[in-house]
Nanobody
């Protein structure tokens, strides 16, 4: 059974930094694209950042581009999200997800973690 294990998150003041990580048991082509969505209460789910574990290509959401960096470990089983210059509007539940494409994940097809809370105070 596929299980994505998330770690990191927590509370930070505006302008601060946080790191999230997500681990998969192995690299698999049907979980090639791996990264993070976020969802704040009452808001739509939003793409944060994704990486192709096979090629290293990355995709970033418009609201975070320039402030976050996604990377992976050499084993291609753990993805790390470094978030800087955090703003109160970055507060949300962050969900790790992995699938064949980001579009497929946005349509709900793929594998999901349980989520980790990020809270940014002003």
């Amino acid at each position: 059974q596929v299980k994505l294990v998330e770690s990191g998150g927590g509370s930070v003041q505006a302008g601060g930094s946080l790191s999230l990580s997500c681990s998969d048991s192995e690299f698999a082509l049907n979980r090639n694209w791996m990264g993070w969505f976020r969802q704040a209460p009452g808001a739509d789910r939003e793409r944060v950042a994704f990486i192709s574990r096979n090629s290293g290509d990355t995709k970033y959401g418009d609201s975070v581009e320039g402030r976050v960096t996604i990377s992976q470990d050499n084993a291609k089983t753990t993805v790390i999200l470094e978030m800087n210059s955090l703003k109160p509007e970055d507060s949300a539940m962050y969900y790790c997800a992995a699938g064949t494409s980001v579009m497929a994940l946005e349509r709900g097809r793929g594998y999901w973690g349980r989520g980790t809370q990020v809270t940014v105070s002003s």
